[in-house]
């Protein structure tokens, strides 16, 4: 999962997007509303100005997974942009997890700002960097860790992507049991199990939302 946000603004590219002057529209999501859908044409990147989306895939089988859970900050629907041409159809879809408010950037004014604005151009390929990095971290998560710690990383990622995650006790959306299995790469038994073993140790608790302890959690789970 690349649950990834730059946390330095001074660093994030979206900083540098206002030297942009054509090919980019702002636009408004209700929670749940779908921006793109996997087979669409890949003709635009997205930046996050408010909100939180969700990417998944579907298999040729049917069966559906969830990669990924962006916030404010970040950039998706980068795969136009790889390679000479870039994919010229989407590989995946990005649906709203909250009221959102997006950055729609043409890929051929992204393209081209990207070799006009220098600062843009340093800022996005540090992003990129960072993205690579965690995606990286994800893959030792699933190769190495066990599910409890996985989980553990997941809600530790999500709290980062909060309004509030730079405080004790963050408040998440309801993630679903199936959406977290999905990320954490196991059953959605076993996520059942761990929270509530997370709420009776006190480190997790529902208060209409789920309010995730980052620290207590951090220490009582990733250190061991």
Do not use: W
């Not at 700002?113 to 220098?118: C, N, V």
């Not at 709290?159 to 999905?182: K, W, Y």
């Not at 929270?195 to 309010?211: E, P």
């Amino acid at each position: 999962m690349s649950n990834t946000t730059v946390e330095e603004r001074s660093q994030n590219p979206g900083s540098h997007l206002e030297e942009m002057t054509e090919g980019k529209q702002t636009l408004q999501f209700q929670k749940g509303e779908i921006i793109y859908t996997q087979g669409n044409t890949a003709d635009a990147v997205f930046f996050i100005q408010q909100g939180k989306v969700k990417v998944t895939a579907v298999s040729p089988a049917g069966k559906e997974a969830t990669l990924s859970i962006h916030g404010k900050g970040d950039f998706f629907g980068l795969g136009c942009l790889s390679g000479l041409n870039g994919q010229n159809l989407r590989v995946n879809t990005a649906t709203t997890v909250e009221p959102s408010l997006l950055l729609r950037i043409e890929k051929s004014a992204m393209v081209s700002a990207l070799h006009q604005h220098q600062a843009l151009r340093r800022s996005f390929i540090d992003y990129l960097l960072t993205c690579n990095t965690n995606i990286q971290e994800d893959l030792c998560d699933q190769l190495l860790h066990p599910s409890e710690k996985r989980l553990a990383r997941v809600l530790l990622k999500l709290s980062r992507l909060a309004e509030n995650g730079d405080e004790a006790e963050v408040i998440l959306p309801r993630f679903s049991h199936e959406t977290l299995s999905e990320m954490v790469g196991t059953t959605r038994s076993r996520i059942t199990y761990f929270m509530n073993k997370f709420k009776k140790m006190g480190l997790v608790h529902y208060d209409r939302d789920l309010v995730v302890h980052a620290g207590l959690l951090a220490e009582e789970v990733l250190s061991k």
